[in-house]
């Protein structure tokens, strides 16, 4: 069983920066790279990225590019999505995912974190 906790969700300005983090507990060795995905409001889910444990960032949807990052702490099990000049559009519940090899589709889902970004 592979656990995957998100923290660090909020209520935020326009502008301002946030700071995700996804700790995975479990079978971690199951996991091969870690994404993030989030649905904003009464639409459909989508990805914003994706870090691999043992290659660092891997790619990045490209309307968050320049202003989101992933990075990974192996050491604490920890994923983060750094957020900076959040806009209102960034609004979303936003959720950690992992797969269990290269490529491989995303089969654990942790519960999600609200982030609000107001105007």
């Known amino acids: 069983q592979v656990q995957l906790v998100e923290s660090g969700g909020g209520l935020v300005q326009t502008g301002d920066s946030l700071k995700l983090s996804c700790v995975v507990s479990?079978?971690?060795?199951?996991?091969?790279?870690m994404g993030w995905f989030r649905q904003p409001p009464a639409k459909e889910r989508e990805f914003v990225g994706a870090?691999?444990?043992?290659?660092?960032?891997?790619s990045l949807t490209p309307n968050v590019q320049g202003r989101f990052t992933i990075s990974g702490d192996k050491a604490k099990n920890t994923v983060y999505l750094h957020m900076k000049s959040l806009k209102p559009e960034d609004t979303a519940v936003y959720v950690c995912?992992?797969?269990?090899?290269?490529?491989?589709?995303?089969?654990?889902w942790g519960q999600g974190i609200q982030v609000t970004v107001s105007s």
């Open positions: 870090f691999r444990w043992d290659g660092g960032s891997i």
């Open positions: 479990g079978d971690i060795h199951k996991t091969y790279d």
């Open positions: 995912a992992a797969n269990e090899y290269a490529g491989g589709h995303f089969v654990h």
